[in-house]
């Protein structure tokens, strides 16, 4: 069974190997002059995918066409050139061109999830039963297109993860005039307004005590998110020990679900006479 469609794949490979530099096929600097080739790049961002969407280790998806610490080396060469980073920044421009992202509602939420290895973005998870867990601080655009996160412990609160999540937005470029963050009731306090107060942006919270489909808001494009994101088994239940690595996974989560986005709102919006009625 594929990770993920070869629509959505595609796509997705022809823009990170024009990220990658080129690499010759064999080492010029071997003393023999020839040895065993270069396994191609293809071959590990289809392995890392799967890591990705399986949630398996890397010997379970290693075969014969690549070993488990070939997958680890070029995940870790990628990382250190920002591959990721950049693969999910060009994914977001591509959007904002062609769709908009709706930067007037920021919508923040956590989403807790498992991390049994422990690590650097692990800790003790009040939601279940002191195990070790992860939490993202999610950010996304008003329609739930993921912005950026935060990674710390499962016992850190969302609303102190508020502010260097708020930060990521220097990213983006310029902002909006007016722009309105959505919260839960988990982030209802004087300490957030008056965080959003001194970098004058308003704020919707949920308040504590009320129901929420009452004060529902616009927060639900980020539960969405947090949805998909947890679709990635890899995300959802985290070996990794590295915050680098987390952080190059989730990148390129945010990447597939911003190119499926992209992918399925401009099938509507972008059309021709010609063009076939279905994807496949």
Request: contains cysteine; charged residues 25%.
């Amino acid at each position: 069974m594929p990770a993920i469609p070869s629509w959505l794949l595609e796509p997705l490979w022809d823009q990170f190997a024009a990220l990658l530099p080129d690499r010759p096929v064999y080492d010029p600097a071997h003393p023999l002059g020839c040895h065993r080739p270069r396994i191609p790049d293809r071959v590990i961002f289809e392995k890392l995918v799967q890591v990705l969407r399986f949630g398996c280790s890397y010997v379970s998806i290693a075969d014969c066409s690549c070993g488990a610490t070939t997958i680890r080396e070029r995940r870790n060469e990628w990382i250190k050139a920002g591959i990721f980073a950049r693969l999910k920044q060009v994914a977001l421009d591509a959007y904002d061109r062609i769709v908009g992202l709706i930067l007037q509602d920021i919508i923040i939420d956590g989403c807790t999830g498992k991390a049994p290895g422990g690590g650097e973005c692990a800790g003790r998870s009040p939601v279940d039963r002191g195990k070790q867990g992860m939490k993202r601080s999610s950010m996304t655009d008003g329609y739930g297109i993921p912005l950026d996160r935060v990674l710390a412990g499962a016992n850190r609160h969302d609303s102190r993860l508020l502010a260097p999540t708020l930060d990521k937005l220097d990213e983006l470029g310029p902002l909006p005039g007016d722009v309105t963050v959505h919260l839960d009731a988990g982030y209802d306090s004087g300490a957030t307004r008056d965080e959003l107060a001194a970098r004058g942006m308003a704020g919707q919270i949920a308040h504590k005590g009320e129901k929420a489909p009452i004060q529902a808001g616009r927060r639900w494009p980020v539960e969405r998110t947090n949805a998909w994101h947890n679709a990635f088994t890899r995300l959802q239940r985290c070996y990794e020990r590295r915050e680098e690595v987390i952080d190059a996974f989730c990148d390129l989560a945010d990447a597939i679900i911003t190119v499926r986005s992209l992918i399925r709102q401009a099938w509507t919006t972008h059309r021709w006479d010609t063009r076939p009625a279905h994807r496949r």
